[in-house]
């Protein structure tokens, strides 16, 4: 089946600063990339994606890159803020055999 | 546009009975998966299904464990003699209907959480 890797598994960074997430993938046809946020006790929740005929796309201070090449894509967060303290996880849907997540990365904003 | 709804929100269970899980996905949507979360861990796969078909199962316990997706109705996850490291959070997912299958964003429930006692 379609392996994905998450790193890192936690991130704490400065109020203010920026956040990057990295998935890397073993081999796969897909052409749909996003990310989902969880808060605690919450359900997961989409916040940005991308398709493979584009390697960037922003939303505010959230962007997403992709490098089909090199196989990962990257969620890149600027101007932390508290509120954006959760756990992100990257997806990569089929054609993978199996849906598959990221182990997801717990990213705590520092005030 | 209702969400996606997931009943029970909480589910205690003694260990032996039967746990049933019901999702009914966002109107329009005929896709449904289901996944596992235990505390502080990431979504685990556990089943794809469409309307009275399982799509890809390869994520579900090969005991104890079943899903369904009818044509009426909510789709179901099935837990039989459930055991204490059943407990976990079990979130599903909807997403609408694609020629080239499950591509789309995946828009999920509050979950139901269970725990065995």
């Known amino acids: 089946g379609e392996n994905v890797e998450q790193h890192p598994s936690t991130l704490s960074v400065q109020e203010g600063d920026s956040a990057v997430i990295k998935c890397t993938y073993s081999?796969?046809?897909?052409?749909?990339f996003p990310w989902y946020k969880q808060e605690l006790g919450k359900r997961p929740q989409l916040i940005i994606d991308?398709?493979?005929?584009?390697g960037e796309k922003k939303d505010q201070r959230i962007a997403v890159t992709l490098n089909k090449t090199a196989k990962h894509f990257s969620l890149h967060i600027t101007e932390t803020q508290p509120e954006d303290s959760a756990v992100y996880f990257c997806d990569l849907p089929p054609p993978a055999r199996q849906l598959t997540f990221g182990s997801g990365t717990q990213l705590t904003v520092l005030p | 546009n209702a969400g996606v709804m997931q009943n029970p929100r909480h589910l205690v269970r003694r260990r032996g009975q039967e746990a049933r899980l019901r999702c009914s996905p966002m109107?329009?949507?005929?896709?449904v998966y289901w996944y596992r979360q235990l505390p502080e861990e990431g979504l685990k796969f556990m089943v794809y299904?469409?309307?009275?078909?399982?799509?890809?199962e390869s994520g579900m316990p090969k005991e104890r464990f079943s899903a369904e997706f009818p044509k009426e109705g909510p789709s179901i996850l099935r837990i039989q003699q459930v055991v204490r490291g059943d407990s976990a959070a079990y979130f599903c997912a909807s997403s609408p209907p694609s020629v080239s299958g499950p591509t789309d964003t995946q828009y999920f429930g509050p979950g139901t959480r269970l725990t065995v006692l």
């Open positions: 299904l469409q309307k009275e078909n399982i799509i890809d």
């Open positions: 991308i398709r493979s005929n584009v």
């Open positions: 081999d796969s046809a897909s052409n749909y």
């Open positions: 109107k329009g949507h005929s896709h």
